[in-house]
């Protein structure tokens, strides 16, 4: 199951339950109510896992420091899956949080065949300029090309001790066909998590990781090497947080790489349009059969699209889903409805982005 879903898979989980008995993951749940103004993440259980959250909630009570740390690989262009994480960082800067957030250029030319120009400026056009228009202040985050960061490339080797190749295997599932820079990869991951605890960026103190459950093997490494690193550095080990993924218009997983699966931040209105009329959708093979049953929004890709992004308010989106179940709204209108709400968006968001780029540009150089 770990070399499935992983890092690098094109595979959806399926079975999120599975998966946390698998991994040690505890449920989220309850700690949305002791958060101040959890956001609709939150609320909904689409952040559904953590690992010693409890240890960034008190930093968060008591005003203490904390750190939250992230990173964004440059491989192609940004859609609404990735947003997830760009909502978490607005609310976590919201709410006193010192954000680290990595530009992983080094992952996308090991891992992807990326030059690391060709990384930079996707980089920037596709996530900088992105994240700044979705709210995220980037002149307060503490921002960084992997391939430029001696703080990380020195931390990695120095990590590296302490870790062998038959434990990469164990964790990742690499085989004899892997490229030695992919095996390398996951200790500068592991740095670029432990890094924010460094004495000169602040030193050791709670640090969350949002992440997808894909991720989490590298958090399970950066957990162990941390203990086996406190007397060295007193690393703490890093907390993290576990978001289902948004799936894909098609069914499967959301890519850059297969653009019917994807709604682009930067989507023309007639591909959006183009795009909705031939998602997949939990209705009934005719509109009269579904009138008469209702749908099935749990298994709408389009009803999720409400869920993580297009309806903030709970209420309203509990009327459509009643109105899905009952027959009362079929998919054409649903769809329908979706399209117009997805224009809106993304015509603001091309506004917010224009504002965006110079300054983004700025700050990079």
């Given at each position: 199951?770990?070399?499935?879903?992983?890092?690098?898979?094109e595979t959806?989980?399926?079975?999120y339950a599975?998966l946390m008995r698998?991994?040690?993951?505890?449920?989220f749940?309850d700690?949305?109510?002791?958060?101040?103004?959890?956001?609709?993440?939150m609320?909904?259980?689409i952040?559904f896992?953590?690992?010693d959250?409890?240890r960034v909630?008190?930093a968060?009570r008591?005003?203490?420091?904390?750190?939250?740390?992230?990173?964004?690989?440059p491989s192609?262009?940004m859609?609404?899956?990735?947003?997830?994480?760009v909502?978490?960082?607005?609310?976590y800067?919201?709410?006193?949080?010192?954000?680290?957030?990595?530009v992983?250029d080094i992952e996308?030319?090991?891992?992807r065949g990326?030059t690391?120009?060709?990384?930079?400026?996707?980089?920037i056009?596709?996530?900088?300029?992105?994240f700044?228009?979705?709210?995220?202040?980037?002149?307060r985050?503490?921002?960084?090309f992997?391939?430029?960061?001696?703080?990380?490339?020195?931390?990695?080797?120095?990590l590296?001790?302490?870790?062998?190749?038959?434990?990469?295997?164990a964790?990742y599932?690499?085989s004899?066909?892997?490229?030695?820079?992919h095996?390398?990869?996951?200790l500068?991951?592991?740095?670029?998590?432990l890094?924010?605890?460094l004495?000169?960026?602040?030193g050791?103190?709670p640090?969350v990781?949002?992440?997808?459950i894909?991720?989490d093997?590298?958090?399970?490494?950066?957990?162990?090497?941390?203990?086996r690193f406190k007397?060295?550095?007193?690393?703490i080990?890093?907390?993290?947080?576990?978001?289902?993924?948004l799936?894909g218009?098609?069914?499967?997983k959301?890519?850059?790489?297969?653009?019917?699966?994807?709604?682009?931040l930067?989507d023309?209105p007639e591909?959006?349009e183009r795009?909705?009329r031939?998602a997949?959708?939990?209705?009934r093979p005719t509109?009269?059969?579904q009138r008469?049953?209702g749908?099935?929004?749990?298994?709408?890709?389009?009803?999720?699209l409400?869920?993580?992004?297009l309806?903030p308010d709970?209420?309203?989106l509990?009327k459509?889903?009643?109105?899905?179940?009952s027959?009362?709204?079929?998919c054409g209108?649903c769809?329908a409805?979706?399209?117009?709400?997805?224009?809106?968006f993304?015509?603001?968001h091309?506004k917010?982005?224009k504002n965006a780029e110079?300054?983004v540009k700025k700050?990079?150089?």
């Amino acid at each position: 199951m770990t070399a499935k879903v992983g890092p690098w898979s094109e595979t959806i989980p399926k079975d999120y339950a599975r998966l946390m008995r698998e991994f040690g993951i505890e449920e989220f749940g309850d700690l949305a109510e002791e958060l101040p103004d959890p956001n609709h993440l939150m609320r909904r259980r689409i952040i559904f896992g953590h690992r010693d959250f409890q240890r960034v909630l008190g930093a968060m009570r008591s005003g203490e420091k904390f750190a939250v740390m992230t990173g964004l690989m440059p491989s192609g262009r940004m859609h609404l899956g990735h947003k997830l994480v760009v909502d978490q960082l607005v609310w976590y800067q919201r709410h006193g949080a010192e954000i680290f957030l990595c530009v992983a250029d080094i992952e996308a030319h090991a891992t992807r065949g990326l030059t690391l120009q060709d990384a930079e400026r996707l980089a920037i056009e596709e996530y900088l300029v992105n994240f700044q228009a979705l709210g995220l202040d980037l002149e307060r985050c503490n921002l960084y090309f992997q391939s430029r960061s001696d703080a990380v490339r020195n931390l990695a080797y120095t990590l590296g001790r302490k870790v062998n190749l038959s434990e990469l295997r164990a964790i990742y599932g690499f085989s004899g066909e892997t490229s030695a820079s992919h095996i390398f990869y996951p200790l500068i991951d592991v740095a670029d998590i432990l890094h924010p605890q460094l004495e000169e960026f602040g030193g050791p103190r709670p640090t969350v990781v949002p992440v997808g459950i894909d991720q989490d093997p590298h958090l399970r490494l950066a957990r162990d090497v941390a203990s086996r690193f406190k007397r060295e550095f007193g690393f703490i080990p890093p907390s993290s947080t576990y978001h289902r993924l948004l799936r894909g218009l098609t069914g499967g997983k959301m890519s850059s790489s297969n653009p019917e699966t994807a709604i682009f931040l930067t989507d023309p209105p007639e591909a959006v349009e183009r795009k909705i009329r031939n998602a997949f959708t939990g209705g009934r093979p005719t509109a009269k059969e579904q009138r008469e049953r209702g749908g099935d929004p749990d298994k709408c890709v389009v009803y999720e699209l409400h869920v993580y992004h297009l309806t903030p308010d709970d209420r309203e989106l509990l009327k459509l889903r009643e109105a899905c179940e009952s027959g009362e709204i079929i998919c054409g209108e649903c769809k329908a409805k979706t399209v117009e709400r997805l224009k809106v968006f993304l015509a603001e968001h091309k506004k917010r982005r224009k504002n965006a780029e110079a300054g983004v540009k700025k700050l990079i150089k």
